[in-house]
């Protein structure tokens, strides 16, 4: 019974900054990966960042040294620091756990960045 739940999106200017959280809750494996998505109107899924169990992190391209990842194992929480938004930013960013080759998903939190 795995939830996940993301919270800390909004309106920000370009610029600006917001941290993204999820709070997964259930039966949690140890080993596991949790992730950041996000999809824009029009566009495909794509991974934002991910962390590993272990805290392996890795980036897509277009938010590297902009994003940050990181995560609470004891809390099940990840987090996700979003410095310098730009307009591009804007979507609905899901959090994802990969666990046991099986894939969870939130519900999703809008980011939304203006001029």
């Known amino acids: 019974q795995v939830q996940l739940v993301e919270s800390g999106g909004g309106l920000v200017q370009a610029g600006g900054s917001l941290r993204l959280s999820c709070a997964a809750s259930?039966?949690?494996?140890?080993?596991?990966?949790m992730a950041w998505y996000r999809q824009a109107p029009g566009k495909q899924r794509e991974l934002v960042a991910l962390?590993?169990?272990?805290?392996?992190?890795k980036y897509a391209d277009s938010v590297k040294g902009r994003f940050s990842i990181s995560r609470d194992n004891a809390k099940n929480t990840v987090y996700l620091q979003m410095n310098s938004l730009k307009l591009e930013d804007t979507a609905v960013y899901y959090c994802?756990?990969?666990?046991?080759?099986?894939?969870?998903w939130g519900k999703g939190t809008l980011v939304t960045v203006s001029s």
């Open positions: 259930g039966s949690i494996f140890s080993i596991n990966v």
């Open positions: 962390i590993t169990s272990g805290g392996s992190t």
């Open positions: 994802n756990l990969l666990q046991g080759g099986m894939n969870y």
